[in-house]
């Protein structure tokens, strides 16, 4: 419990606080505004001190570094753990918390002695995860496979002292507007009594996706489409291009380079075509010594009956001139046709030494060629092996960039059944974890359930369940949704949490409330949760600190033995005056 907030301000207002309910009053005067707030009765600076005191940041934002506090320390004193602890912290050495009362010896870390201070000190980094040790039992020493989402002491502690200029009264589940879903997952179970590490598994896990959907947004910008291929297809390309390179390495390997190869290639290609214009006049001239062949059987004389007839018909005509005897006429005509004969067979001699010729030309020249192919066969020219070179090259940087394409679809398509069959696991688990807590998370239904039905006829139910994004903490409450009735269920929630903290032994031994939890709540549900509030404080044996707009303390609705007025501290504030607020000084 928190037992005293004092400061070397000398105009600043102390703070003694009882076990139990404290309620703090503050009359706002209806000249004042919300630029009052802060600084005017000073209602929500005691949450801000409390959250500085505790480990809070101290920005240049922050109220304790502006020029009027900046040099004051505030100093409280609580009991930490079984221990009367006193400490100190100042906005112009936020970083240093001064240790004036207590016993330290079980701090996971010690305070050291500084020439600036009369009392050890110890930095708030480690102020914070002492404080985390010693109300949450939380591992400060761990290093080794420490995860950033783990539950921390100031994420904790925020759920005992919301913050309104955080947004901490929107939900019951979240204590800052800001939350991440992750936070709240973790940190609820955490204070429940759950398995708080499946619900950090469930943000790694998010993680993992997020890099894997950024990963292929990046190759999809970078214009590398070809990488998001599925692996097989890209597979059986990398499979056809490596035996396209295995195809240029063998040709390289055999390869033999013929000097000349250009002009026997040349070469090759005028034997060839003289060898077809051989075979083609060879083609002509068979033809014509066929002819001629046919026309020298044909050269035959006629026959004597024939030219017997012949004279006949002319010794009829010219008698008188008819001289020559009958076998001369024979003989003249024997020789004609022998010199016919003879010019035919001439013209076959021709043609056919013609035809040898050629063929004796064609079988030199076909001797020639086949030297000349087969000096091809066994090599090519420098320039075909240099365009081999390249296509190999080439074809071995492509089979690379697909190799490599592979690799990296191989990968995500690796990391997407990994993190499916992860998140299949982590569901599981969470199913089970909530099996085995059934009777914790029963219990904190049940005393929801109650602290609710107490306050309004339709009661809000706390729903605890499991989906594929990790637990789920919902307040459900029938019927029309008002501020008041939200700002009613926070605070069913809040004594819920801090109901099962204090019967685990767990927790900072307080709850605050700010006043703008009763913001639009009816007067007998504002005075319902002040004897709600005192009860469990009393039953559960913890400290319930509330401020309160004096205007909203409810003068009716509370049972005959209870007097509120018996839990009003002092002092009364107000914005009244300039020295009327808690730091007795108007700035900012």
């Keep these: 419990m928190i037992r005293e907030i004092i400061s070397d301000l000398g105009s600043f207002k102390p703070l003694r606080f009882r076990e139990g309910l404290n309620i703090i009053l503050a ?46 320390t505030f100093f409280i004193d609580f009991d930490l753990g079984d221990e009367k602890t006193t400490i100190g912290r100042s906005g112009q050495k936020p970083a240093d918390i001064q240790i004036l009362h207590g016993s330290t010896g079980k701090w996971p ?66 204590q800052n507007s800001k939350q991440q879903s992750w936070d709240i997952q973790v940190a609820l179970s955490f204070l429940l009594g759950l398995d708080w590490t499946i619900p950090r598994r469930f943000q790694e896990l998010r993680i993992k996706e997020r890099t894997i959907k950024e990963l292929r947004k990046g190759i ?27 195809r240029f390495q063998t040709a390289l390997a055999e390869f033999r380079v013929v000097p000349e190869y250009s002009a026997l290639e ?15 006049d060879n083609t002509t001239d068979r033809a014509l010594a066929a002819k001629l062949e046919e026309a020298f059987h044909q050269e035959d ?56 010729g050629r063929e004796r030309e064609m079988a030199e020249r076909e001797t020639r060629r086949a030297q000349i192919m087969g000096i091809l066969r066994s ?74 039905s107490e306050l309004y006829e339709r009661a809000g139910n706390l729903v605890i369940s499991t989906s594929e994004g990790g637990p789920r903490f919902e307040v459900k409450i029938e019927g029309a949704r008002s501020r008041g009735i939200t700002n009613m269920q926070i605070f069913c929630f809040d004594m819920m949490l801090m109901a099962l903290n204090a019967e685990r032994g767990l927790g900072p031994g307080f709850l605050v409330h700010d006043s703008h939890l009763f913001d ?28 309160m707009n004096s205007d909203a303390l409810p003068k009716e609705g509370f049972r005959h033995d209870f007097n509120v007025r018996d839990f009003v501290i002092e002092p009364q504030l107000t914005d009244e005056t300039e020295t009327g607020g808690l730091f007795g000084i108007r700035f900012g």
Excluded: C
Excluded at 227 to 238: H, K, M, P, S
Excluded at 522 to 536: F, H, M, P, T, W
């Design 379 to 452: 090599g090519g020219a420098l320039e075909h092996y240099t365009k081999i070179q390249e296509e190999l090259a080439r074809s071995e940087g492509e089979a690379q960039s697909l190799r490599q394409s592979l690799m990296l679809a191989e990968d995500l398509e690796n990391r997407q059944t990994s993190v499916a069959i992860e998140r299949t696991q982590l569901l599981q688990r969470l199913q089970e974890d909530h099996h085995e807590q059934e009777e914790t998370i029963r219990n904190a239904i049940i005393k929801f359930g109650e602290l609710s």
């Design 520 to 547: 639009g709540v009816d007067e007998r549900q504002v005075a319902n949760a002040l004897q709600i509030g005192s009860e469990k404080a009393k039953e559960h044996n913890f400290q319930y600190i509330v401020t």
């Design 27 to 72: 009359d706002k005067t209806d000249k004042s505004t919300d630029r009052q707030s802060r600084n005017g009765a000073g209602k929500s600076s005691i949450i801000e001190i409390i959250h500085f005191l505790f480990g809070g940041e101290a920005g240049k934002g922050s109220i304790f570094r502006t020029q009027a506090l900046q040099d004051h």
């Design 266 to 280: 040349r070469e090759a290609n005028e034997i060839t075509a003289r060898i077809r214009s051989h075979s083609d």
């Design 109 to 174: 870390y010690q305070p050291r002695q500084n020439k600036k201070y009369s009392h050890p000190i110890i930095s708030n980094v480690h102020w914070r995860e002492t404080l985390g040790n010693i109300t949450f039992g939380l591992d400060v020493h761990q290093e080794i496979g420490k995860s950033p989402f783990e539950p921390t002491f100031r994420q904790l502690f925020s759920y005992f002292v919301r913050r309104h200029s955080s947004g901490a009264f929107h939900e019951p589940q979240s």
């Design 301 to 356: 004389p006629p026959g004597v009956a024939q030219l017997g007839q012949v004279y006949k018909e002319a010794g009829v005509i010219l008698p008188e001139k008819v001289t020559k005897r009958f076998e001369d006429v024979i003989k003249f005509h024997q020789a004609i046709i022998e010199n016919r004969r003879a010019h035919l067979q001439s013209e076959i001699d021709q043609a056919n030494r013609r035809i040898a």
């Design 220 to 246: 999809k910008e970078g214009g590398f489409v070809g990488f998001l291929e599925a692996a097989a297809d890209i597979r059986t390309r990398v499979t056809l291009t490596e035996a396209r390179v295995r």
